[in-house]
């Protein structure tokens, strides 16, 4: 969910960004198969996501979120700190985030042999629909909220969470900028 934390952590190499994005849809263990680098990235993203489940900003995060969200506030606090990071990219990286986002969607077509499936599917509208980028507008957070509730297997209220965002916008923000510094420290390549 949170692509663009993920690949801007991992730094500028393409496999290590396309691992990194591979993550959430390779489950198990690492395929032996890939490239070091893609393996490498695959790893880092295990990390960032365990940082996550455990650091004290993403669970300040969650619980400034209402409660009847329930187990989906860690999904909308990942969309959340993507958006943070698309608004205030400058602050992060020397390129544009246009000029990121253009590059690994490059990657994610020069390495297509290494796409599991569910990469596969969601990598042409990806880029068609510029998703780094587009997470900056809340409008395109609140669809992504809407359209992830409508895939989950039980009902939530997750496609009403833009609301938690704009109520709780700074706190929320101030948590990002922790949980980043804190993964920064502690996940190197």
Not at 30 to 35: G, V
Not at 80 to 104: G, I, K, P, Q, T
Not at 130 to 152: D, F, G, M, P, S
Request: glycine content about 6%; charged content about 20%; proline content about 4%.
């Amino acid at each position: 969910m949170n692509y663009l934390v993920h690949l801007y952590l991992v730094g500028n190499d393409p496999e290590l960004q396309l691992g990194s994005m591979m993550g959430d849809f390779v489950k198990g263990s690492i395929p032996e198969h890939l490239p070091d680098n893609i393996r490498l990235g695959l790893r880092h993203h295990r990390q960032l996501d365990a940082l996550a489940n455990t650091s004290s900003h993403c669970r300040a995060s969650r619980r400034r979120l209402d409660e009847r969200f329930g187990h989906v506030r860690s999904v909308m606090v990942d969309i959340f700190y993507d958006h943070f990071l698309a608004v205030h990219w400058a602050n992060y990286h020397s390129l544009s985030l246009e000029e990121f986002a253009a590059r690994f969607y490059q990657t994610l077509q020069t390495h297509a042999q290494w796409l599991p499936d569910g990469l596969t599917l969601i990598a042409p509208r990806m880029q068609e629909r510029n998703w780094l980028v587009a997470y900056r507008q809340k409008a395109v957070v609140e669809r992504a909220l809407q359209h992830l509730a409508t895939r989950l297997s039980r009902p939530t209220p997750l496609g009403e969470g833009l609301a938690e965002l704009e109520h709780n916008e700074a706190d929320l923000f101030a948590d990002f900028q922790g949980f980043m510094e804190e993964a920064t420290d502690l996940l190197s390549i």
